[in-house]
């Protein structure tokens, strides 16, 4: 692509800001500020394709500078690069910010600059897409969790006009997703006491126009960052379940998937990142049969 | 309980004496051996006690002149107290001797009734339940020692606890402000790494050409070829001097930050179980201003206000804590932007710390409270409660004190004052 994107990069720290416009300025338009609101006026006023800010600022935070970007530029992806932060900012960053990328301190040059040409990539190739029709057909949803107040609550949400699939088998929910128009999937990451992150990252690679929501009590900063980078997870909510919550959320999830059918390219904002540590080995061969059938399905 | 089984242990066996008995026959009952220890016995209508008769006003009674005459013949219930003192056998030892005390009227001479379900089973005798209360307030006493030696080692703990809740968070704080130096450091070395590597070949294309032009044998198309690839390879972004030059003096700018902020830690964790004994309270604020960075950011300005202070003996580490404290409660009042004024000074024999905030103050009813343990106003998990409690244990320990003065809505003045002659606490606090 001839056409150079134009990133803007917040920080309160103008050493951070300088370093980094030095890194990108051969590839991109860059912009800088140490001021968030600046920043959401900057979105508001010119094509930014790609935002990358800091949490910790002086008057506002990163996630409340992602979550205004959203409003105001909806197509502009967005990433956070942090120090430090604490687990509800994480959480914040995913359910309000709608994060393509989180990204800590120290960073490496060589990731970030594949990063964010990837955020541009995708952000220039979905320029002239506008939000797709919204299809007639009200697409399944998947819940895989063994808690059977959760499936009664999503089955009480969706009524009868959706379909609602309730599985305590990944072996049986991966068939279930391979055979059924699923728009969302509403999970835990353990199930019967096992841990199966590494499924639903590879949940969302195989399949990018299903809507992940994960539901749980773990609260871990570690486990939530690879969920946002590996599986592009779309919401992340608390455990026991709240029916508001949780509504709305299914309600924006739907949305999104009947928009990406009408022009599926708009999946590309879901990219996962890559996961280099084979978290395969945590899924079974079926699974992976699975998985492959799904992969051809959607490049035939 | 163990009471209601001591009260039971308490019954004396004594036998009952019908309403009908006569006097003179009473008397000889008193009189049986078996019966020396009673000071009384009970008049019973079946089982139930109707009333008492004690050798007191027995020999009261038939001492006095024709005493034996006039009262002989006559049944007991003449001469009985009818309204004796009747206690069941399960009531609390506590509370039997509460109404012992209260409706016994003669209890040097007289004992109680002991009843079950209103049935007579014995006497009990007001020694016997004095010794049973004695025995009972000592084992109390011993529960409330080992309770309060409990309570002693748990508040240790919570001590401890409020340390390690302070600590984290000041871990989390000084993670961010290493990341964020440590974040361009990195990338600007990397980039470096970049062009070096393109500057190398840049110089070899440069070499190359020249050794080309150099060499008597040199083909045109040789040259052609030389100079092509370093005209390529000056398309290449290899960084500008000035952008260089700009590159080092940040990332020198960033090393000297994070070796800064190690030094406080190291200083601020120093001794921490001696005193030392010339410490200049100025630096300490100055490092706890530093740590403190992360909450203070740009939002709070920190006006410093230092008079020249004597170096003092003291724990400086301990006190340390204490202004981290102090400077994290103001940043904590103030909404939005505000500032703390830090200021210093010597009066008379006292050295005075003075930070004070433009936050919204604490309302009159809670001011008194505030050095309390456990008494907080933040939401549960945002703070143990003990903060300024501990602080002003601290200051204690060190022959010193902490006032306060707030206006609500105006903000809070914290005053530390400590002896200037420098009492450094023998004991450590936790």
Partial sequence: MSEKANILLVDDEERVLRSLEMLFRHRFKVYTTTDGNEAVDICRRDRVHVIVSDQRMPMITGVEVLRRVREVSPNTMRLLLTGYSDLQAIVDSVNEGEIFRYLSKPWSAKEIVNIVNQASDIALSLEHESGGATSGVAPGVLVIDEDPSVVEMVKAICGKERQVTWSMDLDEAFETLAANDIAVVVCDIRLRGRDITAAVKALKESNPMVLTIVQTQLQDVETLRGLINHGQIYRFLPKPARRGLLEMSLEAASRRHVAMKAVPRLASRYQVEKNEQAPVVALSNRLLGYLDKMRQGRSS | MPEQAQLRQLVMEAPGIPPHLLVNDVADMFMDESHGKLLSLPVLDGDRPVGLISRARMQQVLFRQYGRELFGKKPVTAIMNDAPVVIESDMALNEASKAVTERLKFPVTEDFI????????????????????????????????????????????????????????????????????????????????????????????GNSLADALLAPNTTEQDLQEKLAALAEMRQQPSGEADDMLKLFADTRFGVD?????????????????????????????????????????????????????????????????????????????????????LKTETDGDWLKVTVQDTGKGIPADVLPRIFDPFFTTKPVGHGTGLGLSISYQIVQQHGGDIRVTSQPGKGTRFTVRLPLAGRAPQENAA
């Fill in chain 2, 114 to 205: 002991i009843t079950q379900g209103g049935r007579y089973i014995g006497m009990g005798a007001v020694m016997h339940l004095l010794n049973a209360m004695e025995a009972q307030l000592a084992r109390q006493t011993q529960d409330l020692a080992a309770a309060y030696k409990e309570l002693k080692a748990s508040q240790l703990q919570l001590i401890q606890s409020e340390k390690m809740a302070s600590l984290g968070q000041m871990v989390a704080g000084v993670a961010h402000e290493i990341n964020t130096p440590l974040g361009y450091v990195k990338n600007n070395i990397e980039m470096m790494e970049m062009f070096f590597d393109t500057n190398r070949a840049l110089v070899a294309a």
């Fill in chain 2, 257 to 341: 930050q994070i070796s800064e902020l190690v030094q406080n830690l190291k200083n601020f964790s120093r001794l921490d179980r001696a005193a030392a004994a010339d410490v200049d309270l100025n630096e300490c604020l100055d490092s706890a201003v530093l740590l403190a960075r992360n909450v203070l950011k740009t939002r709070v300005e920190v006006v410093k206000q230092y008079g020249p202070l004597p170096r003092i003996s003291c724990m400086p580490s301990q006190l340390n804590q204490v202004f981290l404290n102090m400077l994290t409660n103001a940043a904590q009042a103030i909404e939005g932007p505000g500032k703390i004024l």
